[in-house]
Protein backbone atom coordinates (compact mmCIF):
# COMPACT_ATOMS: atom_id res chain seq x y z
CA UNK A 1 0.00 0.00 0.00
CA UNK A 2 1.21 3.22 -0.96
CA UNK A 3 2.12 5.61 1.48
CA UNK A 4 0.52 9.24 1.51
CA UNK A 5 3.59 12.24 1.29
CA UNK A 6 3.56 14.69 4.27
CA UNK A 7 0.68 17.31 4.22
CA UNK A 8 3.07 20.45 4.03
CA UNK A 9 0.41 23.10 3.40
CA UNK A 10 0.17 24.61 6.64
CA UNK A 11 4.13 25.11 6.59
CA UNK A 12 5.14 25.11 2.80
CA UNK A 13 8.36 25.96 3.35
CA UNK A 14 8.99 22.69 5.57
CA UNK A 15 10.39 24.51 8.48
CA UNK A 16 8.48 22.79 11.31
CA UNK A 17 6.20 25.10 13.56
CA UNK A 18 7.72 27.41 16.53
CA UNK A 19 6.81 24.46 18.79
CA UNK A 20 9.22 22.60 16.85
CA UNK A 21 12.59 25.03 17.20
CA UNK A 22 12.17 25.45 20.77
CA UNK A 23 11.94 21.32 21.41
CA UNK A 24 15.20 22.12 19.62
CA UNK A 25 17.18 23.64 22.10
CA UNK A 26 19.74 21.54 23.75
CA UNK A 27 18.08 19.96 26.81
CA UNK A 28 18.90 21.74 30.12
CA UNK A 29 18.18 25.22 28.92
CA UNK A 30 15.99 26.75 30.50
CA UNK A 31 17.74 26.96 34.33
CA UNK A 32 21.21 28.10 33.62
CA UNK A 33 19.29 30.88 31.51
CA UNK A 34 17.07 31.69 34.51
CA UNK A 35 20.55 31.68 36.73
CA UNK A 36 21.59 34.11 34.59
CA UNK A 37 18.71 36.35 34.33
CA UNK A 38 18.47 36.32 38.46
CA UNK A 39 22.29 37.49 38.62
CA UNK A 40 21.64 39.98 36.41
CA UNK A 41 18.42 41.51 38.04
CA UNK A 42 20.88 41.41 41.26
CA UNK A 43 23.52 43.06 40.03
CA UNK A 44 21.07 45.95 38.92
CA UNK A 45 19.69 45.98 42.21
CA UNK A 46 22.96 46.29 43.50
CA UNK A 47 23.61 48.88 41.51
CA UNK A 48 21.26 50.93 42.72
CA UNK A 49 21.69 50.73 46.42
CA UNK A 50 25.14 51.39 46.00
CA UNK A 51 24.69 54.56 43.96
CA UNK A 52 22.12 55.89 46.49
CA UNK A 53 24.06 54.81 49.20
CA UNK A 54 26.80 57.00 48.04
CA UNK A 55 25.07 59.75 46.30
CA UNK A 56 26.30 62.53 48.11
CA UNK A 57 24.11 65.99 48.93
CA UNK A 58 25.21 69.55 48.46
CA UNK A 59 28.11 70.72 50.30
CA UNK A 60 27.56 74.79 50.83
CA UNK A 61 30.02 77.49 51.71
CA UNK A 62 30.14 77.76 55.09
CA UNK A 63 31.07 80.96 56.63
CA UNK A 64 34.87 81.02 57.01
CA UNK A 65 34.62 83.05 60.78
CA UNK A 66 32.21 82.03 63.59
CA UNK A 67 29.02 84.68 62.50
CA UNK A 68 28.48 87.26 65.38
CA UNK A 69 24.29 86.70 65.05
CA UNK A 70 25.21 82.71 65.95
CA UNK A 71 23.56 81.60 69.00
CA UNK A 72 25.26 78.81 69.28
CA UNK A 73 27.91 78.00 72.20
CA UNK A 74 31.29 78.85 71.17
CA UNK A 75 34.18 78.85 73.20
CA UNK A 76 37.37 81.18 73.00
CA UNK A 77 39.67 78.68 74.47
CA UNK A 78 38.81 75.00 72.48
CA UNK A 79 37.71 74.19 69.25
CA UNK A 80 33.65 74.34 68.45
CA UNK A 81 32.06 71.91 66.41
CA UNK A 82 28.51 71.98 65.55
CA UNK A 83 26.65 68.96 63.95
CA UNK A 84 23.59 70.17 62.13
CA UNK A 85 20.78 66.86 61.89
CA UNK A 86 17.27 65.79 60.52
CA UNK A 87 15.51 64.40 63.58
CA UNK A 88 14.06 61.98 61.20
CA UNK A 89 16.74 61.02 59.31
CA UNK A 90 17.68 56.81 59.76
CA UNK A 91 21.38 58.00 57.77
CA UNK A 92 22.45 60.43 60.54
CA UNK A 93 22.40 57.53 63.04
CA UNK A 94 25.71 56.68 61.75
CA UNK A 95 27.02 60.20 61.69
CA UNK A 96 26.09 60.19 65.89
CA UNK A 97 27.94 56.83 65.77
CA UNK A 98 31.30 58.45 64.17
CA UNK A 99 30.28 61.91 66.50
CA UNK A 100 30.75 59.53 69.72
CA UNK A 101 33.96 58.43 69.01
CA UNK A 102 35.58 61.76 68.41
CA UNK A 103 33.93 62.95 71.58
CA UNK A 104 35.01 60.07 73.47
CA UNK A 105 38.94 61.15 72.38
CA UNK A 106 38.63 64.51 72.36
CA UNK A 107 36.14 65.66 74.44
CA UNK A 108 38.40 68.25 76.39
CA UNK A 109 39.43 69.91 73.60
CA UNK A 110 36.36 71.13 71.80
CA UNK A 111 32.94 72.95 72.43
CA UNK A 112 30.45 70.83 70.51
CA UNK A 113 26.69 70.76 69.43
CA UNK A 114 24.56 69.02 67.64
CA UNK A 115 21.03 71.32 66.32
CA UNK A 116 18.34 69.37 65.24
CA UNK A 117 15.77 71.29 62.76
CA UNK A 118 12.81 71.82 63.28
CA UNK A 119 10.37 73.21 60.68
CA UNK A 120 7.98 75.84 60.97
CA UNK A 121 5.01 73.59 60.20
CA UNK A 122 5.76 71.18 63.38
CA UNK A 123 5.99 74.68 65.61
CA UNK A 124 3.00 73.33 67.34
CA UNK A 125 3.82 69.88 68.13
CA UNK A 126 5.90 70.46 70.88
CA UNK A 127 8.82 67.40 71.21
CA UNK A 128 8.17 66.62 67.45
CA UNK A 129 12.06 66.97 67.16
CA UNK A 130 12.91 64.70 70.14
CA UNK A 131 13.54 61.89 68.26
CA UNK A 132 15.28 58.68 68.65
CA UNK A 133 18.03 60.73 67.58
CA UNK A 134 17.89 63.17 69.71
CA UNK A 135 18.08 60.82 72.54
CA UNK A 136 21.29 59.30 70.94
CA UNK A 137 22.33 62.40 70.82
CA UNK A 138 22.32 63.30 74.35
CA UNK A 139 24.12 60.19 75.41
CA UNK A 140 27.26 61.31 73.45
CA UNK A 141 29.70 62.63 76.62
CA UNK A 142 30.35 66.74 76.14
CA UNK A 143 28.07 67.47 73.45
CA UNK A 144 25.14 70.01 73.76
CA UNK A 145 22.25 69.29 71.93
CA UNK A 146 19.55 71.45 71.28
CA UNK A 147 16.66 72.20 68.89
CA UNK A 148 16.81 74.57 65.65
CA UNK A 149 13.61 76.17 65.72
CA UNK A 150 12.90 77.09 61.92
CA UNK A 151 16.63 76.51 60.78
CA UNK A 152 17.68 79.68 61.69
CA UNK A 153 21.18 78.33 62.62
CA UNK A 154 21.21 75.87 59.43
CA UNK A 155 20.17 78.96 56.78
CA UNK A 156 23.20 80.82 58.76
CA UNK A 157 26.02 77.95 58.59
CA UNK A 158 24.39 77.22 54.62
CA UNK A 159 23.56 73.43 55.92
CA UNK A 160 21.96 71.89 53.29
CA UNK A 161 22.24 68.25 54.66
CA UNK A 162 21.83 66.07 57.79
CA UNK A 163 25.18 65.18 58.90
CA UNK A 164 27.42 68.14 57.93
CA UNK A 165 29.64 68.99 60.77
CA UNK A 166 31.64 72.27 61.13
CA UNK A 167 34.59 72.62 63.13
CA UNK A 168 36.18 76.14 63.85
CA UNK A 169 39.54 76.76 65.56
CA UNK A 170 39.43 78.77 68.68
CA UNK A 171 39.95 82.21 66.61
CA UNK A 172 36.77 81.57 65.31
CA UNK A 173 38.09 80.24 62.07
CA UNK A 174 36.57 77.68 60.01
CA UNK A 175 38.70 74.60 59.63
CA UNK A 176 36.71 71.79 58.41
CA UNK A 177 33.00 71.48 56.73
CA UNK A 178 31.62 67.80 55.30
CA UNK A 179 30.57 64.75 56.82
CA UNK A 180 31.76 62.34 59.05
CA UNK A 181 30.68 59.13 57.49
CA UNK A 182 32.21 57.18 54.15
CA UNK A 183 28.69 56.89 52.65
CA UNK A 184 25.15 57.29 53.51
CA UNK A 185 24.31 55.41 56.92
CA UNK A 186 27.60 53.82 56.98
CA UNK A 187 29.86 53.62 60.29
CA UNK A 188 33.72 52.69 60.08
CA UNK A 189 37.12 54.55 59.77
CA UNK A 190 36.65 57.61 56.86
CA UNK A 191 38.37 60.52 55.97
CA UNK A 192 36.10 63.04 57.87
CA UNK A 193 36.47 61.45 61.13
CA UNK A 194 40.18 61.22 60.76
CA UNK A 195 40.80 64.94 59.83
CA UNK A 196 38.34 66.33 62.92
CA UNK A 197 41.04 64.17 65.09
CA UNK A 198 43.69 65.41 63.63
CA UNK A 199 42.85 69.14 63.73
CA UNK A 200 41.84 68.86 67.31
CA UNK A 201 44.93 66.60 68.19
CA UNK A 202 47.53 68.42 66.23
CA UNK A 203 46.19 71.68 64.49
CA UNK A 204 45.97 70.57 60.86
CA UNK A 205 44.35 67.92 58.47
CA UNK A 206 44.63 66.50 55.80
CA UNK A 207 41.49 68.11 53.84
CA UNK A 208 39.16 70.36 54.82
CA UNK A 209 36.08 69.12 53.30
CA UNK A 210 34.41 66.13 53.09
CA UNK A 211 31.44 64.86 51.34
CA UNK A 212 28.29 65.06 53.32
CA UNK A 213 25.75 61.58 52.96
CA UNK A 214 22.01 62.56 54.70
CA UNK A 215 18.71 63.80 54.28
CA UNK A 216 18.24 67.49 52.86
CA UNK A 217 16.90 70.39 55.43
CA UNK A 218 15.67 72.29 52.89
CA UNK A 219 12.97 69.41 52.40
CA UNK A 220 12.51 69.38 56.05
CA UNK A 221 11.57 73.29 56.27
CA UNK A 222 9.05 72.49 53.76
CA UNK A 223 6.90 70.04 55.94
CA UNK A 224 3.42 70.87 56.18
CA UNK A 225 1.58 70.81 59.80
CA UNK A 226 -0.41 67.75 58.53
CA UNK A 227 3.10 65.34 57.50
CA UNK A 228 4.48 67.07 61.05
CA UNK A 229 1.31 65.45 62.95
CA UNK A 230 1.74 62.60 61.25
CA UNK A 231 5.31 61.36 61.97
Known amino acids: MLQRPPDNRDDPAGQGTAFDHVSRFPRGWAIPALVIAWGVVV ?21 DRWPVASNIERSPERWTLVLFAHP ?23 QASALFVKP ?6 PGW ?15 SVRA ?6 ANRFAAAISGLVLLYDPTGQLKFRGGITASRGHS ?25 YGCELGTLLKETPASCHQQ
Open 88 to 110: KCPCTRATLGELARIMTRSADRV
Open 148 to 153: DPGGVE
Open 43 to 63: AAGLGIVWQYEHAAGPLHAAP
Open 188 to 212: GDNLGRSTIVQLLNQGSGDVDSTKV
Open 129 to 143: EVSELWQAAEQIPGL
Open 120 to 125: PACSLE
